[in-house]
């Protein structure tokens, strides 16, 4: 199951690129990520209240500042969505001053684009929970190798969508990746 749960991440997780890259011609790119976050965190609220909140202690908002600042791993307490929510929370609000002051108009790049920045907040959303579903449920050797192909399906969805035609060495890698997901899927 954590096969399949992974490969439909690394699908979305294209999509969530596409998208980017749409919106990425009409705002700057702060604000896109800013946004993406703001949108797909009430999704994930959505998980906390049905995980439930973990007891917390001070390793726990000492590791989620320090991933924050520093993009390192927190001590995870049982309930990994709540991390994440909290992470989200700290990087909104401790963006948001820092997006105001490099991009005063953000909230009408935001609101000239609502309808692509709730897809994307809302699919970037469903990636992160499916993805800490995937690691769950296999070996995160296996399933991190299974989420970068990512990389085959933006190369798919940027030719449909865009035209983006990619280099013969390029779809040579592909092949090789693709022979590689094979391998791991008989192998299991």
């Not at 990425?24 to 800013?34: C, D, I, K, R």
């Not at 309930?79 to 401790?94: A, D, H, K, P």
């Not at 085959?152 to 969805?157: D, E, H, K, M």
Request: without cysteine; charged residues 10%.
């Amino acid at each position: 199951m954590w096969f399949y749960t992974a490969l439909i991440t690394s699908v979305i997780t294209a999509i969530i690129a596409i998208v980017g890259k749409k919106l990425v011609a009409n705002v700057s790119a702060s604000v896109l990520t800013w946004a993406t976050l703001v949108l797909a965190t009430p999704i994930i609220f959505i998980f906390v209240l049905k995980e439930g909140v973990p007891q917390l202690n001070y390793l726990f908002l000492l590791g989620v500042t320090g991933s924050v600042l520093f993009y390192t791993a927190s001590p995870f307490p049982q309930n990994t969505t709540f991390t994440l929510f909290i992470e989200n929370l700290m990087v909104i609000f401790g963006l948001l001053p820092v997006l105001y002051v490099r991009n005063k108009n953000f909230h009408q790049q935001i609101t000239g684009n609502i309808k692509l920045f709730l897809l994307l907040g809302l699919i970037n959303a469903v990636s992160t929970m499916l993805g800490f579903s995937a690691i769950g449920g296999g070996s995160i050797g296996l399933v991190a190798t299974i989420l970068k192909t990512q990389v085959l399906f933006v190369l798919l969805f940027s030719y449909i969508a865009f035209k983006d035609k990619p280099k013969f060495e390029t779809l040579m890698g592909s092949v090789v990746m693709i022979a590689g997901v094979v391998l791991i899927k008989i192998g299991l």
